[in-house]
């Protein structure tokens, strides 16, 4: 159980092309997910809170004009960088909170 | 966002070895977890603590929850070379909206 995906696993894409990612909880429902964001070598840095049905909560510095969340569903959640730079190019992870979170396997994203 | 430390930052041991590595805070937390990051994957919950003082198993693994509710601790004994990926640790408090916060990571290697 609590099982979590993503797509796409990976993207190139152009700068200044838009980017979205999905996040999906495949055995339960999740009122809330997170997105995080990794740099190489480094730990997992919270990006945002996706509620359902309600505007997302966006950590400190991210701006929320370029990281798009949408959860319009209990069990998917999307989020689509905008005018995508290459300083955006980093792994992508969603989690799906049941008790506890629950990981997606992650996207690369690589803007060229 | 705030960090939790966590030593060794890495560590190369044998087979067979046990090994020990720790996460503090300067904030106290409610629940304490440690998840396994495998390259190119997403982590995946190892050990979730919950009481201070708490002391919990799985498998070869034993964390345990600091009375001071500012660090926590992971053992892994008997090391075999699929316990090589990065472990973190990550805090929760009640009223945080479920957040985590994660650990900067301890990279494990195991040699044969």
């Known amino acids: 159980g609590a099982v979590v995906s993503q797509h796409p696993s990976r993207v190139i894409c152009k700068s200044g092309t838009s980017v979205k990612i999905e996040c999906r909880s495949l055995d339960f429902q999740a009122t809330t997910m997170f997105w995080y964001r990794q740099f190489p070598k480094q730990s997992l840095m919270l990006m945002a809170t996706s509620n359902e049905g309600s505007k997302a909560t966006y950590e400190q510095g991210v701006e929320k004009d370029k990281f798009l969340i949408n959860h319009a569903s209990l069990t998917l959640s999307t989020l689509t960088v905008t005018s995508a730079h290459p300083e955006d190019s980093s792994f992508y992870i969603c989690?799906?909170?049941?008790?506890?979170?629950?990981f997606g396997p992650g996207t690369r994203l690589l803007v060229l | 966002g705030q960090q939790l430390n966590q030593s060794p930052q890495s560590m190369f041991i044998q087979e067979g070895e046990d090994v020990s590595m720790n996460c503090t805070s300067s904030?106290?937390?409610?629940?304490w977890l440690w998840y396994k990051q495998d390259p190119g994957e997403g982590p995946v919950l190892l050990i979730a603590l919950y009481k201070a003082g708490e002391l919990t198993s799985n498998g070869r693994l034993t964390a345990q929850f600091g009375i001071t509710r500012k660090d926590s601790f992971l053992n892994i004994s008997a090391s075999i070379p699929s316990d090589v990926g990065i472990y973190f640790c990550a805090g929760q408090y009640t009223g945080t909206a479920s957040k985590l916060t994660f650990g900067t990571g301890t990279r494990l290697q195991v040699t044969l």
């Open positions: 904030s106290i937390f409610n629940t």
């Open positions: 989690s799906a909170l049941e008790e506890t979170q629950y």
